[in-house]
């Protein structure tokens, strides 16, 4: 199989998983989560270009299905770039492979503080936005992603146990 029908196919996979887990009536402490480890797990499994399509598309999903707030729709290009920050960062560090066993948890750390410094900063100086409202989008997303990379990780880790380095889970390469 080529490699752009993996990527492609394994991508779709990745991106459903994401969408019905936003579509599914969860607050929005654990979607968000969710989500993040969708993002992270991409990164793991496929690649950064596959984590940033679906950093791209799930702060417009999250709006579209009323995950995200109303108010918060022109935060939307600020939440996708610290998506891509964080994908950038998570990439570059996770790909060295350091052996020593705190080594992913200071990559996610890095890569979920660079996401919420890139939204924070953003949403206080760009938009005009009620203090409550930023305030939904500032901490929770830190804590949201860090959460999301550890749960990536696990699972990741227990994957490898079973054999599965990447998403040939029906052996097509």
Not at 7 to 12: G, I, K, L, M, S
Not at 24 to 46: E, G, H, R, S, T
Request: proline share 6%; charged share 15%; net charge positive.
């Amino acid at each position: 199989m080529s490699y752009k029908i993996y990527f492609v196919t394994r991508t779709a996979l990745l991106l459903i998983i994401t969408i019905i887990l936003q579509m599914i009536a969860l607050p929005q402490f654990l979607i968000d989560p969710l989500v993040n480890m969708m993002i992270f797990l991409a990164i793991i499994l496929i690649g950064p270009y596959s984590a940033g399509m679906i950093g791209l598309l799930t702060p417009w999903i999250a709006f579209k299905n009323g995950t995200l707030p109303l108010p918060l729709e022109p935060a939307i290009p600020y939440i996708i770039s610290g998506n891509l920050v964080m994908i950038g960062i998570f990439e570059y560090f996770y790909r060295k492979k350091y052996s020593y066993k705190l080594y992913n948890i200071l990559i996610i750390l890095l890569s979920s503080l660079a996401k919420f410094l890139v939204i924070t900063l953003s949403v206080e100086y760009y938009l005009e936005l009620p203090e409550t409202v930023i305030k939904t989008i500032q901490l929770p997303q830190l804590v949201n992603t860090i959460i999301g990379g550890v749960l990536a990780i696990i699972i990741s880790k227990i994957l490898r146990k079973l054999g599965i380095k990447d998403l040939d889970l029906l052996n097509l390469k």
